[in-house]
């Protein structure tokens, strides 16, 4: 799945789509797609990820007490 860094705006590969839907990590692994050869693995907050639209990652992916929160 493709995202992007919030603060370059480069896009992302995630790696871990489980650690990415988990919402007691957070970090994700994810490979940066900006120059030709790919990049290594490397491990980011999930607070600096967006959907290429720039619409936040959904809260039940960030917080896991959400539920909680929301009553």
Not at 1 to 8: D, Q, R, V
Request: aromatic share 10%; proline share 6%; hydrophobic share 35%.
């Amino acid at each position: 799945m493709f995202l992007k860094e919030s603060k370059s705006g480069d896009l992302v590969d995630v790696v871990d789509m489980a650690s990415l839907t988990n919402p007691f990590k957070r970090h994700v692994t994810v490979q940066f797609q900006s120059g030709e050869d790919l990049a290594e693995p490397v491990m980011i907050e999930k607070q600096h990820l967006a959907f290429p639209s720039g619409e936040e990652l959904p809260e039940c992916w960030i917080n896991g007490y959400y539920r909680l929160q929301h009553r």
